[in-house]
């Protein structure tokens, strides 16, 4: 995730817009992730477990002729939010909804007084979400911008060992990441013959100084 984007934040400022927020591709149908959408041509967000199996699994095509899911805009939860609407934060901070979320929620077991950790839900959350005043904008105050996955979006979800969005996969594409921006920049990494060795470029370096975009 790129924090404080100059190129998303300048266009959504210089665009007068009120919200702005990004998306990646939805992986697959089944990938847990909330999703952009129009609801009642007003912008909102379908959490993952809002959505049943025939939405998740539609697909359509697009100009080019390549066949998509329909829904497919995945939230990364990177918005951006012009003063003038936090502004009117009164107005609106202690109405947004509540979803319910199934979680693990460890419990003690009066009986024998040990803890549990549950390896399947065992309770409900009720959650509230900074996008849910999305449809709070006109569409002409709202933009969307889809971003490159692999530079963007790599989410820790699981534990270690799961299949995905583990702290091995996590790591991974933040050391290919790096090693991207050295070979951009003209460099080259020792890798042994192993494509998936990477390097970690400390935060503190811009990306500009690898010809990665315009940030400084």
């Known amino acids: 995730m790129r924090i404080a984007d100059p190129v998303f934040i300048g266009h959504s400022s210089l665009s007068n ?29 379908i959490e993952y477990s809002e959505v049943s199996s025939s939405e998740s699994e539609a697909t359509e095509k697009t100009s080019s002729g390549e066949q998509v899911l329909k829904f497919r805009a995945a939230n990364i939860v ?12 009164g107005n609106w901070a202690t109405t947004l909804p509540h979803h319910i979320a199934k979680k693990k929620i460890p419990y003690v077991d009066l009986k024998s007084g040990e803890k549990v950790k549950p390896e399947k839900p065992n309770g ?3 959650e509230q979400f900074v996008f849910d005043v999305f449809d709070l904008v006109e569409l002409d105050k709202f933009g969307v911008f889809e971003v490159d996955r692999k530079e963007e979006f790599s989410p820790l979800k699981n534990g270690a ?20 921006w050295i070979e951009a920049a003209g460099g080259s990494v020792l890798d042994d013959g192993d494509k998936n060795a990477g390097v970690e470029i400390s935060p503190l370096v811009c990306p500009s100084c690898f010809g990665i975009g315009d940030w400084c």
């Open 17 to 45: 817009l009120d919200i702005a927020t990004k998306v990646v591709r939805k992986r697959s149908p089944d990938e847990p992730v909330g999703l952009v959408v129009l609801k009642n041509n007003k912008p909102g967000v």
């Open 78 to 89: 990177n918005h951006y939010y012009s003063m003038r609407f936090l502004e009117t934060a």
């Open 124 to 126: 409900i959350k009720l």
């Open 161 to 180: 060992g799961s299949k995905e969005d583990n702290p091995e996969t996590s790591r991974r594409d933040v050391l290919l990441q790096g090693r991207r």
